[in-house]
């Protein structure tokens, strides 16, 4: 086997679910800062994370609301607006040939008097 090829760090660590305080013990390479002493008497080093198996819907079969309004109806009502924006800017774009037209006719009338 190749020498040096897996990290030397390799412990018992302890992962806390910072949205419903459970805990496990396991083995790890993760560095900590922080320590905790767990219930077998012994202090191990404690990482804090986001979700784990204990607080995930796909686990726990609960269904959360992460938003009032669903995120594709935000999307329809930008979508909407950028063609409404779109839709403002062409005839705005129209209008400025026709008022160049107009211009350069009424300056033809003054020069042919």
Same mark, same amino acid.
């Given at each position: 086997?190749?020498?040096? @090829? ?5 412990r018992l660590v302890?992962?806390?679910d910072l949205n419903?305080?459970?805990?496990? @013990? ?6 900590? $800062? *922080?320590? !905790? ?8 080093? @404690? +990482?804090? +994370?986001? !979700?784990?198996? %204990? ?6 079969? *609960?269904?959360?609301? @992460?938003? !009032? $309004? ?8 930008? #979508?909407? %607006? #950028? $063609?409404? %924006?779109? *839709? ?18 009424k300056a033809d ?5």
């Amino acid at each position: 086997m190749k020498k040096d @090829l897996h990290p030397n760090t390799y412990r018992l660590v302890v992962f806390q679910d910072l949205n419903n305080g459970f805990k496990f @013990l396991t083995r790890s390479t993760v560095a900590a $800062e *922080e320590t !905790i002493k767990w219930e077998d008497g012994k202090e191990y080093p @404690l +990482v804090k +994370v986001h !979700i784990t198996s %204990a607080s995930h819907p796909y686990f726990t079969g *609960e269904e959360r609301v @992460l938003d !009032i $309004e669903g995120r594709v109806d935000k999307f329809k009502a930008r #979508a909407k %607006a #950028a $063609e409404a %924006a779109r *839709e403002a800017r062409a005839k705005a774009a129209a209008k400025q040939p026709a008022r160049k037209v107009a211009k350069a006719e009424k300056a033809d009338v003054k020069k042919s008097r």
